[in-house]
Every structure is written in C-alpha cells, then in structure tokens.
C-alpha cells in the first residue's frame, strides 16, 4: 500500500468518525474530525504530487497552496483550521467550545468535507 493510499484511507476514517460524532451531538468533535480528514487528504495529494513526506502544518489553506488547490478549497474547509483550534482548546474561544457551535456549522462542515475527500480518492486513483 502506498503511503498517500494509507493517509488517504485515515483520512476516510475520520472522515466516519466525524458522522458519528455529528450524529451523536458532538459538534466540536466532528469539526475536529472534519479537520482531520481534510488535513490528512491534503497530505495524501501532497505525496502523491511532491513524492515527499508532507509538510508538519495543520493549516487547511496552506496545505491546499502546497498542492496548487487552493483557489478550490471552499469556506468550510478553510475555517476548519479555526474550529479545529477553537474546538480542541477552551481558551481560545470565550465559552467553552461545544456551546459555541451549532448543528448548521457542523453539517456544513461535513458536507464540505465528504466532497473533498471524494475528490482527492478519485485524484489520487487517476
């Protein structure tokens, strides 16, 4: 298995467990999912693009420019970065995290997510 297949197939995984959590309630753990996903299928074009280990970043819009997509990547995805921090860490946010978001968000969020993990499989199965 290459190792752009095996980022790509963690990415799928989050990619579920951010479903889960949206349908459990866990609207700050499914954002964070939802950034995993989208990072770690970055990371799989990347490699398959540079044929290099990716950059150590967590930033969707950076990760995009590295892979020449970020003309592409929607609002969803980019502020995944901030909810990603928002979600993991109670001092960034004024209120505790998990009060601050709401289902439309979270459901945007892995709408947006779905579609792009579809593209980078169908990319990286060409």
Request: with cysteine.
């Amino acid at each position: 298995m290459s190792e752009e297949e095996v980022w790509l197939l963690q990415a799928e995984h989050d990619l579920q467990a951010a479903e889960h959590n949206l349908r459990g309630g866990f609207l700050d753990h499914c954002l964070i999912c939802c950034q995993q996903a989208t990072e770690k299928a970055l990371k799989a074009l990347y490699i398959a693009k540079h044929r290099k280990a990716p950059p150590r970043m967590h930033d969707i819009q950076d990760l995009a420019r590295a892979v020449e997509l970020e003309t592409s990547i929607p609002g969803q995805l980019v502020a995944l970065t901030r909810w990603y921090l928002e979600a993991r860490y109670p001092d960034v946010a004024d209120v505790p995290p998990f009060q601050k978001l709401d289902v439309e968000t979270a459901e945007a969020a892995l709408a947006a997510t779905r579609a792009f993990l579809g593209d980078a499989r169908r990319r990286l199965d060409e």
